[in-house]
């Protein structure tokens, strides 16, 4: 599919003569666990320039609950991991990645520890839980359901630490900057001094996923798909875009975010139930709660069918009082505050968008296919995870490939030159104010409704078609505008994110891990053992 009609190549015009211009020898975009330890390591050698969004700690890693996954229980082994990570992935996982990650993953999270991390313990030694698919507890946890927030503290403090790295918050990448399949940099927009050109002689995409392209969304407000969006537009490949994952269990309360409630929860004995108090889940998989997410996630929403209701339950309240106070104190909390009592009282829940699993696709250093950029985490396609991750494997995932890229950064900055390219490169569309008086809250809101009831949990040609069809309606005369804020670059982002994940639904006629086609029930091997790539300057291609 060609798209070239639709999508520009940069959100904003611009003249290099006019703007401010930063040079760096490595640039890092995001914030999160991945960029983070990009940064860290890459510091190593050289200057480092950190640009986010929002503030330095808005983004997934801040929120992420559950914990991470890594080999550190005794009675666990490496090979266990593999194969749980493996049979997850559903046949089409990068089996040396998933080796190469699982084996590494150990090493990173003592890297971590060693920074000032501090994982729950009992008796003294670091406290493991289960997950839906793991088969040994191999879940380290922080402040009982926290961890995010501890590794994004610790990273943070480390960073804050060190000479060599600068922090740009609330500054907006737009696009990168280009010249013969090399990247340069980027054009960036701050709230405080407008445009940017920022110059660096390696770039690191850690922007992040793309949940907020749904109506029902774990993820935070800036998780608009803004880096796949800025690859797609200039040239890089992407890939199993159409693998997008569902966390079977959020807060499902009016006037409440969706927040999440940690897998873990079922981990440590939860169970669901539907409206009449009947628990649903050994009836979908022999392994019930702890089945796959995205058996569970199927599941939740065929019983809701059957039940003629808005979500389901998580009940907890046959676990120790004292238990639950210490294992999980801010889903207590959360749930307090609207009056639930878990001690006492069901959840309600209902799955909601939780991570992208497809990206920028990379090799197992974390090199796109442009020269001098690389990618790490959410926004990143590794390998690892194949059509569905296995939980906790993202954070892990994030420490082990930001360790990889930033190594590697360190040491290219310091063989090259930061070159610039000619004023004439730089001047983008003109502007376009034909319909300057646009409601993009709208715009916003329709799309978010349409991929959640089309590109969601269950899928069906007719509608992905459907949806295909009204995304590139809506972006005809939305991206050709040239906005001057975040909120028209975030729409322009999440219509061409959504394009390229229903487009690539569509494609794959088959039912795979996350990506669930009512039309095409049944796994073909025989023709979709294989990953869907998409690139803007190229018809789509398979391999």
């Not at 799955?351 to 442009?370: C, E, F, L, W």
């Amino acid at each position: 599919m060609t798209t070239k009609n639709i999508f520009k190549r940069y959100l904003v015009s611009f003249n290099s003569k006019t703007l401010q211009h930063i040079f760096t020898d490595t640039l890092v975009i995001g914030s999160g666990v991945a960029g983070l330890s990009s940064a860290i390591h890459a510091a190593k050698g050289g200057s480092v320039l950190i640009v986010t969004k929002s503030r330095i700690n808005e983004n997934c890693t801040e929120y992420a609950q559950g914990g991470i996954a890594a080999k550190l229980n005794p009675a666990d082994s490496f090979d266990q991991h593999i194969k749980d990570t493996l049979k997850t992935g559903h046949g089409i996982c990068d089996n040396k990645i998933v080796s190469g990650v699982v084996r590494e993953g150990p090493k990173r999270v003592k890297e971590l520890i060693g920074w000032g991390a501090k994982f729950d313990k009992e008796n003294g030694k670091l406290a493991f839980t289960k997950e839906g698919a793991h088969s040994y507890p191999r879940i380290l946890r922080a402040r009982g359901d926290s961890t995010g927030k501890e590794i994004e503290e610790t990273l943070i403090n480390k960073v804050k630490e060190d000479p060599n790295i600068r922090i740009f918050e609330h500054a907006f990448a737009l696009d990168l900057l280009v010249s013969k399949n090399t990247c340069n940099g980027i054009i960036a927009w701050r709230k405080r001094g407008g445009s940017t050109l920022i110059w660096a002689k390696q770039t690191i995409l850690a922007s992040g996923g793309c949940g907020q392209v749904y109506r029902e969304t774990t993820n935070p407000e800036i998780s608009t798909g803004d880096g796949l969006a800025m690859a797609y537009r200039a040239g890089i490949k992407l890939q199993d875009l159409e693998f997008v994952q569902f966390h079977p269990t959020t807060l499902y309360v009016a006037g409440a975010e969706r927040v999440l409630i940690s897998e873990t929860v079922r981990g440590e004995g939860g169970v669901l139930r539907n409206k009449f108090g009947e628990r649903f889940m050994p009836n979908y998989h022999s392994s019930a709660e702890l089945a796959p997410r995205d058996v569970v996630s199927r599941s939740v929403i065929q019983e809701i069918r059957k039940t003629n209701f808005t979500h389901v339950y998580l009940d907890v309240r046959h676990i120790p009082k004292d238990k639950l106070s210490t294992r999980f104190p801010k889903i207590k909390k959360l749930c307090k505050s609207f009056g639930i009592d878990i001690t006492q009282d069901l959840i309600p829940v209902h799955p909601s968008a939780h991570y992208m699993i497809g990206g920028i696709k990379v090799d197992q250093n974390g090199r796109t296919s442009m020269e001098n950029l690389y990618a790490c985490g959410e926004v990143s396609c590794t390998g690892l995870h194949g059509a569905n991750r296995l939980g906790s494997n993202s954070l892990l995932e994030g420490l082990v490939f930001g360790y990889r890229v930033g190594y590697i950064a360190g040491k290219e900055s310091a063989k090259k030159k930061v070159e610039l390219l000619s004023p004439r490169f730089f001047k983008g569309p003109p502007k376009n104010n034909l319909y300057s008086e646009l409601d993009l809250e709208d715009v916003r809101n329709s799309l978010k409704s349409i991929m959640w009831r089309n590109v969601g949990i269950e899928r069906d040609g007719k509608y992905l078609k459907d949806t295909i069809n009204s995304i590139k309606h809506w972006s005809k005369y939305i991206i050709s505008n040239d906005f001057s804020s975040p909120l028209g670059w975030e729409v322009q982002n999440m219509l061409t994110v959504s394009f390229l994940i229903a487009s690539s639904a569509f494609k794959r006629s088959e039912s795979r891990g996350v990506h669930y086609r009512l039309d095409y029930l049944k796994t073909d091997d025989k023709q979709w053992k294989k990953h869907i790539t998409v690139n803007n300057n190229k018809k789509d291609s398979d391999q």
